[in-house]
């Protein structure tokens, strides 16, 4: 069964300080994506940052990066330089090869205070 | 700017009702998604379509119904909606010629059934 795993309910920082947000999956898959969205109070889901698992490198979009541990099964947002507006909840999600569908976890709920 | 537009943000039927849900993309997509969201349960998924007329289950599809007639409209139905059914639901839409088949989501409709 595909599983996605975010053992972290809440967390806290400092603005201005990093966070990483854990995010462990379950595959026997070679071929899959890992995926990070953001859903702030106002309820729509914003896409971050993709990964394939293919993927040499480690995925960047700004200030996000993705900690991507094959080995471990683990791939971990990186927020660098956190600010108010990074508070919202943060779901990890993965696509296995050859379906559309992604499958999330339960998500960390992010608190950034000045 | 990929636009996935959900007909309610907020919506309160009472329990035996019919209810609709409407979800609209202008992008073009193949892919569209209905999923539930729940505190504490993350995003579960109901339905999926990727083509017109074509429907398949997700995880939790018991109590509902889908409809795409049309390339760019999924509807959610609930035949005889139920108070367990009060949830967020979240509409998605994804490419498949893209390489992350990244989704976009709607904002969103908040159902209460009382």
């Known amino acids: 069964a595909q599983k996605i795993t975010q053992t972290q309910p809440g967390m806290f920082v400092q603005e201005k300080e990093a966070v990483t947000l854990d995010c462990t999956y379950d595959t026997s898959d070679q071929s899959y994506g890992l995926f990070w969205y953001k859903q702030p109070s106002s309820g729509e889901m914003i896409f971050l940052i993709y990964q394939g698992s293919y993927d040499e490198q480690n995925a960047t979009e700004g200030r996000y990066s993705l900690n991507f541990q094959k080995a471990r099964k683990s791939a971990n947002l990186v927020i660098s330089a956190s600010q108010l507006g990074d508070s919202a909840m943060y779901f990890c999600?993965?696509?296995?090869?050859?379906?559309?569908?992604?499958?999330f976890g339960k998500g960390t709920m992010l608190l950034v205070s000045p | 700017d990929v636009k996935v537009t959900q007909s309610s943000r907020y919506l309160v039927k009472r329990t035996g009702e019919k209810v609709f849900l409407e979800c609209v993309q202008d992008?073009?997509?193949?892919?569209m998604f209905w999923y539930r969201q729940d505190p504490g349960l993350g995003l579960r998924l109901i339905y999926f379509?990727?083509?017109?007329?074509?429907?398949e289950k997700g995880d939790i599809p018991e109590g509902y119904s889908v409809s795409r007639e049309k390339k760019e409209r999924f509807s959610l139905i609930l035949e005889s909606a139920s108070t367990n059914q009060t949830s967020m639901y979240l509409c998605?839409?994804?490419?498949?010629?893209?390489?992350?088949?990244?989704?976009?989501f709607g904002q969103g409709t908040r159902l209460t059934v009382v």
């Open positions: 992008m073009d997509h193949e892919n």
């Open positions: 379509s990727y083509d017109v007329k074509m429907k």
């Open positions: 999600a993965m696509r296995y090869s050859g379906y559309s569908t992604l499958t």
């Open positions: 998605a839409s994804s490419l498949t010629a893209s390489r992350s088949y990244e989704a976009f």
